[in-house]
């Protein structure tokens, strides 16, 4: 039998016009850095230099800050009704503009453009639609008849979402009243500055929203400033800790989205096809840089080597390779450190008597890449199936009874996010309340709406974001 064969079908880079250089985005102009200092952002898919950018230092935060809180007080006095024409202006202009966004959050992400144009860009304008019918509705919240904002929000979002994360922030903080200064991660700045043009062009007032740029030092300074009154971080659990310690003992308020070890449980009755598409779904999606990923799959003994044969199947039919192609399933790892991260924990699986397999997979010889990746006999003491990979990387368990399913799902010392298969609702709703985890899907894995709120326990951290829950990180209440 022949096997069908995908032509190329690249998305024109063209439509992105990636200018050579980029600056801070501050009281609604672009300057740069006060120092004059640069950092290059680079194409994870070829190592390529996309532009350079400006590297804020702690000057820059101050001057950041300080628009903020001189925007505040005109900001936070506008009725509710004229907040939310701005978002739904910004809203319309990421529609607008959704393929010259989603070809850039490709080439700075690595993503597959089917995915940023699909998911990412959709979601992006549902947020802030969804926030802009809220702005004057704040009394019907459940959060007293008048509630207040806080004052200026300081947002540090990750690298794995750069656009959907600044909308997950960003959104509910206008809506509320606040102004906001916000800084993307490192390697993925050119989205999260394009939507200071939008910004811009919906005639937001300046400094409402600013765009400091920079490494973990630049977060870090934005953090501690002494200007701000309410955090928002997305990210890595130690990084959080790091936050948590320095915002102790302050009146700022915190909300930390971290790490996860999402268990993914397939029980013997549920339909195996389906449940195969969400497994893929859960731990392949955006190359396992998801921190609610679903990287530990949890099956029922009697129906494991049925799984893990359709599970290979399917695992050989994706494609690997240039994000901007629309035929694309994974795309690239984010960076070098991230790649090297996902090498050394697959190595520790292998040491520790894991079995890896990985279909037959050419990847291409520029940029960071890891090929799909099962390991299957797994025990609960090893790395693979403790620490976050945040790669294409699944481990494989198995299981007799639910209670052992919920032992085996709770044993992790994450809470974000958890998967259930089975045709009995009763089944699900006995397991999800058991399950010590802040989402849990049924018979799909990785769906998001903005009105649902998002978040988790223990170490994946505190808060909840999305839906009303998401209004009252930003409110004094």
């Known amino acids: ?14 439509v992105a016009d990636v200018r050579p250089s980029h600056g801070l985005f501050v009281g609604g102009e672009f300057r740069p850095a006060a120092d004059g200092k640069v950092f ?42 004229e907040r939310g024409k701005y978002l739904f202006r910004i809203a319309r202009l990421v529609q607008e503009r ?82 906001v200064v916000l800084k993307p991660a490192e390697t993925t700045p050119l989205t999260a500055l394009r939507f200071a043009e ?34 928002a971080f997305t990210g890595s659990t130690g990084v ?21 070890k999402a268990a993914n449980i397939v029980f013997d009755d549920a339909p195996l096809d389906q449940a195969v598409e969400g497994i893929i779904d859960g731990i392949f ?23 893990l044969d359709a599970l290979r199947r399917r695992m050989a039919t994706l494609r690997v390779g240039d994000p901007l192609d629309k035929n694309t399933d994974i795309g690239a790892i984010n960076s070098a450190a991230q790649l090297a991260r996902i090498e050394e924990l697959a190595a520790a699986g292998e040491a520790e008597g894991a079995e890896r397999w990985s279909p037959p997979c050419e990847l291409p010889s520029s940029g960071y890449w890891f090929a799909p990746t099962l390991f299957t006999g797994v025990t609960q003491a090893h790395r693979v199936a403790r620490e976050e990979i945040f ?24 809470g974000l996010s958890a998967g259930i298969w089975t045709e009995k609702g009763s089944r699900i ?30 170490e994946s951290g505190y808060g909840r974001e999305g839906g009303r829950h998401g209004l009252e990180a930003y409110l004094d209440v």
Request: with cysteine; net charge neutral; hydrophobic share 45%.
């Open 429 to 458: 709703l006995w397991m999800a309340n058991r399950l010590r985890a802040g989402v849990v899907w049924s018979n799909t894995f990785n769906k998001f709406d903005p009105t649902s709120p998002f978040g988790g326990y223990r």
């Open 98 to 179: 959704s393929r010259e966004l989603a070809v850039l959050e490709s080439l700075d992400n690595g993503k597959p453009i089917r995915e940023s144009r699909d998911v990412d860009l959709p979601l992006v304008a549902a947020h802030f639609f969804y926030y802009a019918g809220w702005a004057d509705k704040l009394r019907y919240a459940g959060f007293g008849d008048a509630p207040r904002p806080l004052g200026v929000a300081a947002q540090v979002i990750p690298w794995n979402f750069p656009l959907l994360m600044l909308a997950w922030k960003i959104a509910p903080a206008l809506a509320t009243g606040n102004t």
């Open 285 to 307: 999606f955006n190359q396992g840089h998801v921190c609610c990923a679903g990287s530990r799959l949890l099956v029922q003994e009697s129906v494991a080597e049925e799984l």
């Open 40 to 81: 290059k952002t680079v194409s994870p898919a070829s190592e390529e230099v996309l532009s350079e950018v400006a590297w804020a230092g702690e000057a820059d935060v101050d001057a950041a800050v300080a628009a903020a809180r001189a925007a505040f007080p005109a900001w936070s006095a506008l009725p509710g009704a």
């Open 391 to 414: 790669g294409p990387v699944l481990s494989v368990l198995t299981f007799r009874t639910p209670d052992e399913a919920v032992a085996k799902a709770n044993n992790t010392p994450y």
């Open 240 to 260: 959080g800790r790091a936050i948590a310690r320095t915002v102790a003992g302050t009146r700022k308020k915190v909300t930390l989205e971290l790490g996860g």
């Open 1 to 14: 039998m022949s096997t069908f064969e995908y032509a190329p079908a690249p998305e024109s880079r063209a």
């Open 198 to 231: 939008i910004c811009a062009q919906a005639g937001l007032p300046a400094g409402v929203v600013n765009i400091v740029t920079g490494d973990g030092a630049t977060g870090a300074a934005l953090v501690a400033h002494d200007g701000v009154d309410k955090v």
